[in-house]
Nanobody, 115 residues
Framework: QVTLVESGGGLVQPGGSLRLSCAAS????????MDWWRQVPGKQRELVAS???????NYGDSVKGRFIASRDNAKAMVYLQMRSLKSEDTAVYFC?????????WGQGTQVTVSS
């Protein structure tokens, strides 16, 4: 059974930091691209970061220079270190694993940036 479980969300003040984690199981983790997406109610889901199987990350324009995505293939974990958080980063953050015709999603974790 495939599972993706996000953790680390919460309430943080503007300018603060959070680290999200995603624990994966049930599939060959190292062979899958791991993405972080986020969604605000009423808006389209936005790709935040994508970590290739070899560990090279790519970022959406809105988070470049502030967020760092990484993966640990030995532990089947993917991380999103978020710094200099802004109110517009408030969203539900989702972990996504994909390759070819497979596409798996976690349940999401809420991040709220507010004073």
């Amino acid at each position: 059974q495939v599972t993706l479980v996000e953790s680390g969300g919460g309430l943080v003040q503007p300018g603060g930091s959070l680290r999200l984690s995603c624990a994966a199981s049930g599939f060959p983790f190292s062979a899958y691209v791991m993405d972080w997406w986020r969604q605000v109610p009423g808006k389209q889901r936005e790709l935040v970061a994508s970590v290739m199987t070899g560990g090279i990350p790519n970022y959406g324009d809105s988070v470049k220079g502030r967020f760092i995505a990484s993966r640990d293939n030995a532990k089947a974990m993917v991380y999103l270190q978020m710094r200099s958080l802004k109110s517009e980063d408030t969203a539900v953050y989702f972990c996504n694993a994909w390759r070819m015709n497979d596409n798996y999603w976690g349940q999401g974790t809420q991040v709220t940036v507010s004073s």
